[in-house]
């Protein structure tokens, strides 16, 4: 990808509660979250030049399309390109690439992304980590697949239960302090280590859960937006990519991601040492940690001493999933990726209340979805940068 | 959408034969469609920098997710940003005109969009014509709806049966010259009248069948072009827009397609009489009459008397679905906007064999997806010129 001609900038931000919403429908909810957004870039509906609407599950639990066109017909907006958008759990991500993608490239001046899903399972089916046509035929389902990834880095790495179940402990931790999560209650190891095994070593509160909710993020040329000076989020780097797929390399890091990162860090002109937080792609415990060292916070295979270590809490060196995470905040898949932008935007205009990371100037947003060979079908890596905020330190 | 900094070419087009292809998959035949576009374009997988797949119903139908990196991954092609798109039956279309967004504006130079249904419906279901959670609850199912819009037609218009039916049989006549079309048999007008009755007054060759099939465009920058001069075919306009779903307008034309070939026409600087050909979203009878209309092929209310003319046929003044259109063609909806270009794309070239239109050197796609209030849920145009045609009429 060439370099783009100008900055992108995140003009709002919104989200619903996520948890389960009985009776509210995919439009309902991603009306909330646009609707929210809106309000927070001081923009009226008829100022949005384009939108992508994210689903990764609408289409096959619900059995609804073009769920965009709902629900921005339901919002008051229309006769705009609208373009739904699905790639699994970077669904939302995909829909914030594509709008950052319009602004920075000078398509259009206010782009919408907003991601929305219900991720009720029927009872006794599962959600297919590869095609229904091959993979899941073999068995090959994100529990079970992530239970292999765990043993191998345990293997590898000398990785231990207590350390992954510490990825669940702190981000129940920091759920507690955030309203929008689906879970409020703090968890301790012995109850993570105690819950029931669903594919060992991970057990029940090792693993996400489904949810449904809905995000929103409106991306904006500079003069668009309301607040600049300590407000004003840049987008310093949007990278989506997908997997390279080889089925010989060891099952610790996927390669997608290592290159995402490097691409993010590149285009951002940053490091990990520059971060404040980041959002990652927690859907198991042991994913956070493979998480942490393709971004660099610490070596290859010491995931999960620094997890132990307290530097990934609120209040350590650099805070990890402070919003909860997948883990607590809940992943309805379609909305995840903007959810975590929602939470670096917080973060990084100081509002994020008990959660706030002070000074936080500079976040990442990390997000895989699907599975094929050995590695991801997409990564997407967002970087923010609120250049202000030095001056609020 | 300001104005694009260069031109997006087609470097090539694919497709599979259009009907049923019982046991294969999604990603066999968006596989078969991207070899022949590459083949045609004389690009190796790697070449590929971003990819677009689309498909309406593999999501709900199939319960396919991550189709795009399925059937990359089947073809070589990995590592790059692949983003699935669901756009109803203007899917195709929709990713088309982001792989174009993205040569035109210099983010790629080389661009893949696919495109992929299978489109058995299970015994006893309809396709949703709106929201599974409104709409369809009320029985706004797409036979339903069209048969409405017909009947006002009818009344408003002075349209007959008998000109309505006459779109099955031009369309039908082209199909019998298009190899990869579902369709290669005419039908007579007595045919298509007394066929068993839909949704009066469309009968059942009134309507476009479900069709299994996949296609491919390949956009590139005029760098990574192999056919020159007489081979190239540039994409004058591309044009996507939603409805403004105003219920109180009356059915016989959508405000949406109005606005969006307007558009197209002054992005290309040209208007319906520079059209050799158009490819137009014959899902119905009556559809093809409005679409008419709606590209100032003739006046409006005008469409019925057009068609019984000739003038749409092969060998008349503008031909209209020299493909065989959705009506013989067939229509996998994820795949029919593409086909509609890989069409054009042929007479452009020379290359339409016995369905060739003399010296085509413009030729315009409309498709249309869903429906909502009184309106497309997207609508799509583009316009394709080769500007070195006239050298061979």
């Not at 297919?128 to 880095?153: N, R, S, V, W, Y």
């Not at 996400?208 to 937006?225: E, F």
């Not at 990726?337 to 008990?354: P, S």
């Not at 997000?367 to 050995?374: D, E, H, P, Y």
Request: glycine share 12%; net charge negative; with cysteine.
């Amino acid at each position: 990808m060439t370099k783009p001609p100008r900055h992108a900038w995140v003009g709002g931000v919104g989200m619903t509660s996520f948890g389960r919403h009985v009776g509210r429908s995919l439009s309902d909810l991603g009306r909330e979250a646009c609707v929210d957004a809106l309000r927070d870039a001081g923009l009226m509906p008829a100022s949005v030049q384009a939108a992508y609407c994210g689903s990764a599950l609408g289409a096959s639990l619900q059995g609804e399309t073009g769920i965009g066109q709902s629900l921005l017909w339901e919002l008051g907006i229309h006769g705009i390109p609208v373009v739904n958008v699905e790639n699994a759990c970077a669904t939302g991500a995909t829909a914030l690439h594509l709008a950052w993608r319009d602004v920075a490239w000078g398509v259009h001046d206010v782009v919408l992304a907003v991601g929305v899903d219900k991720s009720v399972m029927p009872k006794g089916s599962v959600l297919k980590a590869g095609t229904a046509q091959l993979e899941t035929q073999l068995g090959d389902i994100f529990p079970g697949l992530f239970a292999l990834i765990a043993q191998k880095h345990m293997q590898a790495h000398g990785t231990t239960v207590r350390q992954m179940a510490q990825v669940s402990v702190k981000n129940h931790e920091h759920g507690a302090l955030n309203p929008l999560a689906q879970f409020n209650k703090r968890v301790t190891i012995e109850q993570v280590l105690e819950s029931p095994m669903v594919a060992d070593p991970l057990t029940l509160f090792s693993c996400c859960p489904n949810s449904d909710g809905a995000a929103a993020v409106l991306v904006c040329s500079a003069d668009r937006l309301r607040e600049r000076g300590a407000g004003a989020v840049r987008v310093a780097a949007s990278v989506l990519g997908s997997g390279d797929y080889d089925p010989m390399r060891d099952l610790t890091f996927w390669e997608s991601e290592l290159r995402t990162v490097r691409q993010a860090y590149a285009d951002a002109g940053l490091g990990p040492q520059d971060l404040d937080l980041a959002e990652v792609h927690d859907a198991f415990t042991i994913s956070e940690i493979i998480h942490c060292e393709a971004l660099g916070l610490c070596d290859r295979g010491q995931g999960g001493p620094l997890v132990a270590s307290g530097a990934t809490a609120l209040g350590g060196r650099i805070p990890v999933n402070p919003s909860g995470g997948l883990q607590a905040r809940g992943h309805p898949p379609g909305a995840s990726g903007l959810a975590q932008v929602f939470e670096i935007v917080m973060q990084l205009r100081g509002q994020a209340a008990r959660r706030q990371v002070d000074g936080a100037r500079v976040g990442l947003a990390q997000i895989m979805g699907g599975s094929k060979g050995n590695d991801s079908q997409a990564c997407a890596v967002h970087i923010l940068v609120n250049d202000e905020a030095a001056s609020r330190a």
